[in-house]
């Protein structure tokens, strides 16, 4: 397909791809607000989801077809989702297993998941969420399929979380207070265990979760001290567990085990106070 392209073609797919977690939120959403019915094409909400859809840009353009998210596909999902809601009773759509599990996630936490919907709305308008597609091969793909508010507001948890000059000044005050910077769930310190290499070394948790994560200033109290494993265990599926909570499953586990933890650490508890 390469040489085609090469030789000034352009490539139009003959068929849509999947619709994306953030694309059905989008569409769920558009749906709950219209009292979980179907919208039709003339609609002017839906001329809107279509819009939103082309702004988030779920795909490349290569891989889309010329009816890509356009208002006929956009308000005939609006109806894959209706009709799979537990009060419709006549015949349903077909649909995919993934509207079924967002409209689940709807209707199991209907205000985080309207908050999310309004972020990557806003967003997408605003143009300050990055619209651009997501790769699956990428290190993250795996949280990010996984995260009910989608991989969008995902990536800009993340993308925040590794600010660098937050890290630091949060480093800087903990270590202020007379802390250290062992992981706040399991007491890892990369200095005592690796020494000089691991001196300075520990990840920033971004403890507020994406559906709540507007724009705004990060409070230093808003952030956690944890190694890189808990860290990747608080963000493998959602809700995630808050440090103490995780703590308390690390403990659970290493009790049963007859194992010890390092005490917890009070550094982070007395600058959030701050
Ligand atoms: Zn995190
Ligand atoms: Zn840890």
Not at 52 to 76: D, F, G, K, S
Not at 93 to 105: M, P
Not at 245 to 266: N, Y
């Amino acid at each position: 397909m390469d040489w085609l392209k090469r030789e000034g073609f352009t490539i139009v797919a003959s068929r849509n791809p999947k619709w994306r977690r953030d694309e059905l939120i989008l569409a769920c959403d558009v749906v709950a607000r219209n009292n979980w019915k179907g919208l039709y094409p003339e609609d002017s909400r839906i001329a809107e989801l279509s819009d939103l859809l082309q702004l988030l840009a779920a795909y490349p353009v290569e891989e889309r077809a010329a009816t890509y998210r356009n208002r006929n596909r956009a308000a005939r999902k609006t109806f894959d989702v209706a009709t799979h809601h537990p009060g419709y009773t006549k015949k349903r759509t077909n649909g995919g297993r993934l509207d079924r599990e967002v409209l689940q996630d709807f209707l199991d936490r209907p205000t985080e998941m309207a908050q999310a919907a309004h972020l990557l709305r806003e967003g997408l308008k605003h143009g300050t969420l990055d619209p651009v597609p997501l790769e699956e091969d990428d290190d993250d793909a795996e949280d990010e399929a996984s995260a009910p508010e989608g991989r969008v507001l995902y990536r800009r948890h993340r993308t925040r979380e590794r600010n660098k000059g937050l890290r630091k000044k949060k480093i800087s005050a903990v270590l202020k207070v007379g802390g250290t910077l062992a992981c706040e769930v399991c007491g890892f310190d990369f200095a005592a265990v690796y020494g000089e290499r691991g001196e300075g070394y520990i990840e920033c948790h971004h403890v507020v979760p994406l559906h709540e994560a507007g724009e705004g200033t990060i409070k230093l109290s808003d952030l956690a001290l944890i190694c890189s494993n808990r860290h990747r265990m608080i963000h493998r599926s959602a809700p995630w567990p808050t440090p103490p909570e995780l703590r308390a499953i690390v403990q659970r586990q290493a009790t049963a085990g007859g194992v010890s933890l390092p005490g917890p650490r009070v550094a982070t508890e007395l600058i959030a106070s701050t």
